[in-house]
């Protein structure tokens, strides 16, 4: 994918999640940022990444800014959203572009743009739809289908080839997502 394309994701994501967040308990606990992200279920990998994506999404990170925790939670959601959509990118690139892929590694891929789409259906709809209107219900399942076929991509790689590092790191993206909905007391 070209350059501009990758800031162009980067830079709508944050407008979209702007536009989505709100706030769905009245009344409702809130919380720091920094406190969401340091619940103790959250291996120190998984911390750091829930801070990178805190401030990824702008989130004042100071001790006195307090947010709904949904908020938090949806964020984590649009995080997963653009790296799935990037890592679906770089897949077809590779596919079209890359001629030293071996016929194994190509019939993974084509697999994987397929796990990908699935993925980001379900990963979306949380984040798009789910979320926003703080309808909670089959959240769960939403999340374990985009995990789900998240995995069944990774099984289809071998280790050394070039898609599988973004695919290991957008299951950690989809698990930590999962995991902060849980914390918070969303799922
Ligand atoms: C093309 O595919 C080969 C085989 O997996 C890989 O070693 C190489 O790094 C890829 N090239 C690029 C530019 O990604």
Redesign the pocket.
Known sequence: MTMSKIILLLLVAPLRMAAARSDCLPGGQHMEASFACSMMWLSKPQQDLCIRIMIWGGIDMSVSHKEEETGYVTLAAWFAVESFDVTRIAARN?LS??????GQ?RHAYEGCMKDYALAGRHITRVANEMLPSCRFTDLSYEYNRALNSIVTCMNRLSV???LYPMVLADQDKAVLAYHLATLIGVL
Do not use: A, D, I, R
């Not at 572009?97 to 071996?102: C, G, I, M, Q, V």
């Open positions: 590779q572009h890359n001629t030293s892929l071996s590694e050394n080839t070039p």
